[in-house]
């Protein structure tokens, strides 16, 4: 998968209008990166924490081992992409934000439309 693909799929745009909860838009901003921070880390956690106790009752890594760990290369860069897929998933608000903001026509025809109504 190349990092074009993973990143699209990671900020895909759900349909429907975005439901509005707080008065200002940058608080409903800020609410929902944080939202989806929190469900991101909700599972990780989750899953993280079934990992180690796996391993751990099954003798084949101990904790110490896992803090211990240091990543190849390869790892890294694949952590790298992963890393991205992630702020891409969090950001998707402000990425959305943008996108609609460029994606108005403001040539000088429509505005002409626009003060003539």
């Given at each position: 998968?190349?990092?074009?693909?993973?990143?699209?799929?990671?900020?895909?745009?759900?349909?429907?209008?975005?439901?509005?909860?707080?008065?200002?838009?940058?608080?409903?901003?800020?609410?929902?990166?944080?939202?989806?921070?929190?469900?991101?880390?909700?599972?990780?956690?989750?899953?993280?924490?079934?990992?180690?106790?796996?391993?751990?009752?099954?003798?084949?890594?101990?904790?110490?081992?896992?803090?211990?760990?240091?990543?190849?290369?390869?790892?890294?860069?694949?952590?790298?992409?992963?890393?991205?897929?992630?702020?891409?998933?969090?950001?998707?608000?402000?990425?959305?934000?943008?996108?609609?903001?460029?994606?108005s026509d403001d040539s000088s025809e429509?505005?002409?439309?626009?003060?003539?109504?």
């Amino acid at each position: 998968m190349s990092i074009q693909q993973a990143l699209a799929g990671a900020s895909a745009k759900p349909t429907g209008k975005r439901p509005r909860f707080l008065e200002s838009w940058e608080a409903e901003r800020a609410m929902a990166i944080a939202m989806s921070l929190a469900g991101e880390l909700v599972v990780t956690r989750q899953r993280l924490d079934t990992l180690e106790r796996l391993l751990a009752a099954k003798g084949l890594v101990t904790r110490a081992e896992i803090d211990g760990f240091s990543p190849t290369k390869d790892d890294a860069a694949e952590r790298g992409l992963w890393n991205q897929e992630f702020l891409a998933r969090v950001l998707r608000v402000v990425q959305q934000e943008a996108e609609a903001l460029s994606a108005s026509d403001d040539s000088s025809e429509n505005i002409a439309e626009e003060l003539a109504r």
